[in-house]
């Protein structure tokens, strides 16, 4: 039996909003999401299959690990996941060779953050261990991958936080969905339609107002929402934007705990896939990692796809801070011409599509997702409390390992769900 007494609004229409949006109205609730954009999906961003010959993703694209929550949706979805498969190259300026996955230090590296019981951040753990230049190779792959796997700062990161995720090489697997995020969240957002909830786009939050037991949501457009309770799952940064009642307000405090890291992604459609021709020895490549300006790209492959999405994260995507989404790509030819030495003229003669997102400058992200400090474990307890009338949910929430990614979204708002249902 419906139970539309209570009315819940959930702000924010992307994977963390949608999977709580689901759970409540599924379980009968009367549930509005309000949608700052003209979509769904939030950081999830599904790009024209027909301008890149199969549906891309022009944010979040990979399942990482195990990702229960998502591989339930996902079956219950009839949708299917591709796990990436290939090699892994790297440009040391001079020349391109298959990556050694190994460092003689490794075991070294795993015996000391095996007894470390404190946490700090993964730079001053460096310096305390790792200093001397014999350790030069693993000082600069673990900056790499803290800056551009978790788009973190190596200066402010939390090492116990990280711990795990080196523990097994950083190499747990790695999927995409079949037809992209965006087929998940069509799925998602029919499912909350289907159950009663409504969704309202242009609805840019302003604030929450609190008094004598009624809540309201207000928007930029004018328009009042009341109801009994709200869940807010936007990005951290915009959360300083958004005025708050007093005990809601007390916890979004804590949210400069929590790292918020940028990322600019780039995906470039060629007329063929040049660079298998460039070198024969790159027809599984998956990966390539460089020095250059765009520093990481990787290919659909098994899909024969001649599209090469580049990606640049971390703190250092503030030098290209200037540069529109041209200018962007023209960074990216640029880049691709100094790994495969070729002229960067020969290279944009082939492009047929090209697309290029600098999160940061996304008005409803200011970022591309969350990472750890050592104080961020305190901040999300504090943060995920649910007293008052103002929840918070979304993948900085998440405790469990691969925090930032959509799997951490969609259990926060599973979670988040389900303590307003236990109440």
Known sequence: MSDTSEHI???GAGAAGLMAARELARAGKRVTILE??????????????????????????????????TRVLLREAGLSLREIEGTQWSFDGT????????????????????????????????????????????R?????????????????????????EWMDGGHHTQA???????????????????HGAAISFGCVMSAVDEKDGAVAVRCTNGEVHGCNRVIVTVPLPLLRDIALPATARAKAAVVCDIGFGSVIKILLRFTLPWWREAKPDLADMTFLLSEQTIPVWWTRYP???????GWFGGPRTAELAHLDPQGLIDAGLESLAAIFALPREDIARDLVAAEATNWMHDPFARGAYSWATPATREAQTILGRADGP??????????????????AALASGLETAGMILRR
């Open 9 to 11: 609004i959930v702000v």
């Open 36 to 69: 700052a954009r003209q979509r769904c999906g939030g950081r999830i961003r599904p790009l024209l299959a027909s301008e890149f010959g199969y549906p891309a993703d022009g944010g979040a694209e990979f399942v990482h690990g195990e990702a229960p929550v």
């Open 95 to 138: 020349k391109l060779s298959r990556e050694s996955r190994h460092d003689p230090h490794e075991a070294e590296l795993h015996a000391v953050l095996s007894d470390l019981k404190d946490d700090l951040t993964v730079a001053d753990f460096l310096r305390g261990h790792f200093a001397g230049p014999e350790y030069g190779r693993l």
């Open 140 to 164: 600069t792959s673990i900056a790499r991958m803290v800056e551009g796997y978790d788009a973190a700062d190596p200066e402010l990161a939390s090492i116990l936080a990280l711990r795990e």
């Open 176 to 194: 995409r969905v079949v037809g992209g995020y965006g087929a998940l969240i069509d799925f998602l957002a029919a499912e909350c339609r289907r």
């Open 303 to 309: 899909e024969q796809h001649p599209v090469l999405t």
């Open 390 to 407: 103002v929840l918070f949910s979304g993948e900085a929430l998440y405790r469990g390992r691969d925090m930032g990614t959509v799997e």
